[in-house]
C-alpha cells in the first residue's frame, strides 16, 4: 500500500516548478491532489492529467494567493470536492529581487501578502478540516538561514516570516496530534532560477555539492514529512539546500 493511499493533499501554486513535482510525488505515494495556479491553466491541466494517469483524483482551482479570499476558497473546495483535507503545502511563491534602494514599499507587502497571509489563512482554513495525523508543509528558503549575496532582503524577510508561523501553528494544533514544518530549499533547478542561467554559477559555488537541486529533490522531503516519516516532526525548519548553510 502506497504511503499515502486515502490521503487528500493541496498543493498551493502547483502548476510548475517546486509545486508540481511535490504534487505529483504525493499522487505517486498515493494521495488524491487539488492543486492552484494563477495563470498557467495549461500547465495546470498538464499535471492533473498526469496525477489521473497515476490513479489518483486531481482538481486544478485557479487562486492568486495574493487574495486571501481566494486561498481560503480554494482550501474548501478541495475539502468539498474531494470529501476532505489531510495534507496542506503552502509553495506558491514570487521571487522579488534587485538593489535595497529600489524596493518599494508595494513590493514588500507583496511578498508578505504571497508567502506568509496566504499561508496563515491557508492554514487557518486547513485546521477546519484537517484530522488527526493531518499536516501542514510550507516551503520556505534557504535564504532565511544564509544570504549569501545581495539584492534579496524582499525575499529573505517574507520566508523568514514563516519560522514563527510554522512554530506558532505546531503550538496551536499539536494537541489534535496535527505537525507543521517548514522546508527551505537551495537554488533549485525551475523557470524562476534554471540551472543554466547566466549567474547560476555563482549560486553553484554556494553550496557543498557544486550543483543545484532537481525539484525532485524538494519533493522527497515533502513526501517524507507528508507520510509516516513525519509523524513527530513538527515547528521544524528542514534545510534542502546542498549545504549552502553548512
Known amino acids: 500500500m502506497a504511503e499515502l493511499e486515502g490521503k487528500t493533499a493541496l498543493v498551493t501554486?502547483?502548476?510548475?516548478?517546486?509545486?508540481?513535482?511535490?504534487?505529483?510525488?504525493?499522487?505517486?505515494?498515493?494521495?488524491?491532489?487539488?492543486?492552484?495556479?494563477?495563470?498557467?491553466?495549461?500547465?495546470?491541466?498538464?499535471?492533473?492529467?498526469?496525477?489521473?494517469?497515476?490513479?489518483?483524483?486531481?482538481?486544478?482551482?485557479?487562486?492568486?494567493?495574493?487574495?486571501?479570499?481566494?486561498?481560503t476558497a480554494a482550501v474548501e473546495r478541495t475539502a468539498a470536492e474531494l470529501g476532505?483535507?489531510?495534507?496542506?503545502?503552502?509553495?506558491?511563491?514570487?521571487?522579488?529581487?534587485?538593489?535595497?534602494?529600489?524596493a518599494r514599499l508595494e513590493d514588500l507587502d507583496r511578498a508578505l501578502a504571497i508567502h506568509v497571509r496566504a499561508a496563515f489563512a491557508a492554514a487557518q482554513a486547513a485546521a477546519r478540516h484537517l484530522p488527526p495525523g493531518g499536516r501542514i508543509i510550507s516551503i520556505g528558503s534557504s535564504l532565511v538561514e544564509r544570504v549569501p549575496d545581495p539584492g534579496w532582503t524582499l525575499y529573505a524577510t517574507s520566508k523568514a516570516a514563516l519560522v514563527g508561523l510554522t512554530r506558532g501553528l505546531a503550538r496551536d494544533l499539536g494537541p489534535r496530534g496535527i505537525t507543521a514544518v517548514l522546508v527551505h530549499p537551495g537554488s533549485t533547478d525551475t523557470d524562476m532560477n534554471p540551472a543554466d542561467a547566466p549567474e547560476a554559477e555563482a549560486e553553484r559555488r554556494h553550496t557543498a555539492l557544486g550543483r543545484y537541486a532537481d525539484p525532485g529533490d524538494v519533493a522527497a522531503t515533502v513526501a517524507h514529512l507528508a507520510g509516516p516519516g513525519g509523524a513527530y516532526v513538527t515547528g521544524a525548519s528542514i534545510l534542502v539546500d546542498g549545504g549552502v548553510a553548512a
Open 13 to 71: 501554486g502547483g502548476s510548475r516548478g517546486i509545486g508540481a513535482a511535490i504534487a505529483l510525488r504525493l499522487a505517486r505515494d498515493g494521495a488524491d491532489v487539488a492543486l492552484t495556479y494563477v495563470s498557467a491553466a495549461d500547465r495546470a491541466a498538464a499535471v492533473v492529467a498526469e496525477i489521473e494517469r497515476r490513479g489518483r483524483r486531481a482538481l486544478a482551482i485557479r487562486a492568486d494567493s495574493a487574495d486571501p479570499g481566494a486561498v
Open 84 to 102: 476532505g483535507l489531510d495534507i496542506l503545502v503552502n509553495n506558491a511563491g514570487i521571487a522579488p529581487y534587485g538593489p535595497l534602494e529600489d
